[in-house]
């Protein structure tokens, strides 16, 4: 017999045990980490709308501008880092620019850059997370995209679907996340025929951290920052911490092994989530 280190009872030895069970090791784990008791934490309000629409309703309000209204004639090509930046950190909820960015497509209307879509690494294929599927070297990730106020209300479908053609042949799973902090529940992935699996992680809700002007941190931001990521620590700095709901996912698929590929996850896919009192 040996005794639990989180709740001191004794319980059957076994070679690396340092816990009775599920919950001490749990417990114990929360201990290392320096993570107190989330009954403490607020969880965070799901926005009735998305961050996006939210910044373009202002900017319209603010700044008058012509709704272009022809979006036969916008153009979509590839743009440098620098102006796709101007786009996504002026409407993007995170208002910064994804890690290992591959590409960057832009829409134009009248030879006005008038949106902006960001491909970038899938950190999960470092990690091997999708050679079980069979997409490894493969998949590629839409991390960030957004348009301008004054754009054609059909012009984030079409800046996706025209940017994914012109991405090199070897990507032939998109993948992209969206997140109920932000509002989101994509409904422009929806519009260009994604297919939604939900949420992949396993677990409960994750952690928002933000600063007192409400700008998110990222964990590898607060450790580098900070020295920890870990909740007290934050707290003790001055940060904002809530609970909020894990990410959603979206999947879409190109090519000539289309439909081979959409096969290895047809039993996650799942209804398109839906805004309170919208039609089904």
Request: with cysteine.
């Amino acid at each position: 017999m040996q005794r639990c280190e989180v709740c001191k009872r004794r319980f059957p030895a076994r070679s690396d045990a340092k816990t009775c069970g599920s919950r001490c090791r749990q417990r114990a784990y929360r201990r290392r980490m320096g993570i107190g008791p989330r009954r403490y934490l607020r969880r965070a309000k799901v926005a009735t709308k998305a961050h996006q629409r939210l910044i373009r309703e202002q900017l319209a309000a603010q700044h008058p501008t012509p709704i272009a209204t022809d979006i036969k004639t916008s153009t979509v090509r590839e743009i440098s880092y620098h102006d796709a930046e101007a786009i996504i950190t002026q409407f993007e909820y995170l208002r910064t620019m994804p890690p290992f960015v591959r590409h960057c497509f832009g829409l134009f209307h009248d030879n006005r850059l008038a949106g902006a879509v960001v491909y970038a690494d899938e950190p999960g294929e470092n990690l091997g997370v999708w050679d079980r599927l069979g997409w490894g070297g493969r998949i590629i990730c839409l991390a960030r995209g957004a348009c301008t106020h004054w754009a054609h209300p059909h012009s984030a479908s079409r800046l996706i679907r025209r940017s994914m053609r012109l991405l090199p042949a070897r990507y032939q799973v998109i993948t992209a996340t969206v997140d109920p902090a932000a509002g989101e529940i994509g409904t422009i992935y929806q519009a260009a025929g994604f297919d939604y699996v939900g949420t992949m992680a396993s677990g409960g809700d994750r952690l928002r951290i933000s600063d007192h002007s409400g700008r998110v941190i990222s964990d590898r931001s607060a450790r580098r920052a900070f020295g920890s990521s870990a909740v007290e620590p934050l707290l003790s700095a001055g940060l904002h911490i809530q609970q909020i709901a894990r990410k959603g996912r979206y999947f879409a698929f190109r090519g000539p092994e289309r439909a081979a590929l959409r096969s290895t996850i047809a039993a996650r896919i799942r209804p398109y989530p839906k805004r309170p009192g919208s039609p089904r």
